[in-house]
């Protein structure tokens, strides 16, 4: 039986080039989750910037050592800017959202309450209104139903960023280049069944520039996608109900 968890939380936030949406995002985290009387902390994941956004983050570390830091020496990708930060996270509760100021963090304490009431291993959030531009929009939902079509899942929105869960679940999964695109079936496919969704809010972006499009989301994914049906059929996690003293 997993342990009970307290409202203590590690948001995960792998950025890159996003120096303008730093201090806006970083001052609605801390809003939305004091306000809530969260204990926290915040693992921003820097993948090698060039614009200024390791000076900006440093700056935020100083005024605030909550929001502590990780650079990569040279550039990774989103995932493995997800697991980097797994790895420094001090509590039993992990959140994540993208840098870039469309996840809403007023969305965090719902999905952390709901986590914690329903006592589920994660709570993967759902862009209710997803305000994305229509090529965004037809490329992830063609994504979403390919996905789910060939990994048995019935996540509504397997490309939202916006989610909370038991940290111990991070710790049980592979890392490979677009792992964020599947990460409740990876979660699940380690032995975590809980899985809940909830709706959460999605913003436009106002600062920076996206760095997706059709050609690096729908085209990556739908490869990846086959390969993760072929570590489903060869997933061996096996379990034990007693040791040697």
């Known amino acids: 039986m997993p342990a009970s968890l307290e409202r203590k939380v590690s948001v995960v936030v792998p950025i890159k080039d996003e120096v303008e949406n730093i201090g806006p995002l970083a ?5 939305a989750l004091d306000a809530a009387n969260i204990t926290w902390e915040c693992i921003w994941v820097d ?3 060039t614009d200024g956004t390791r000076e900006k983050l440093k700056e935020l570390n100083a005024k605030d050592p909550r929001h502590r830091y990780v650079f990569h ?12 930060g797994f790895r420094h996270v001090r509590y039993a509760i992990t959140a994540t959202l993208d840098g870039d100021g469309q996840n809403d963090p007023a969305s965090l304490p719902p999905l952390v309450d ?3 009431a329903e006592d589920a291993d994660m709570v993967n959030g759902w862009r209710q209104k997803r305000q994305d531009g229509i090529v965004r929009k037809i ?3 063609i994504g979403n139903g390919f996905r789910n079509s060939l990994t048995g899942e019935r996540i509504r929105d397997v490309g939202c960023a916006l989610r ?3 940290s111990e679940c991070a710790s049980h999964i592979p890392v490979f280049k677009g ?8 979660v699940r496919m380690a032995g975590y069944g809980k899985i809940l969704e909830m709706p959460v809010n999605h913003r436009h972006r106002i600062r920076g520039k996206t760095k997706y499009g059709i050609n690096n989301r729908l085209w990556v994914g739908i490869a990846d996608t086959v390969a993760i049906c072929w570590m489903r059929r060869r997933n061996v996690y096996p379990k034990s109900n007693e040791t040697s003293k």
């Open 114 to 116: 709901k986590l914690i």
């Open 164 to 166: 909370v869960f038991r």
């Open 73 to 84: 020496e040279r550039n990774f990708g989103q995932s493995a800017g997800l697991a980097t």
């Open 139 to 141: 490329s992830s939902k």
């Open 47 to 49: 993948d090698l910037s």
């Open 179 to 186: 792992m964020h695109r599947f990460f409740p079936t990876l």
């Open 27 to 31: 001052g609605e985290i801390s809003a």
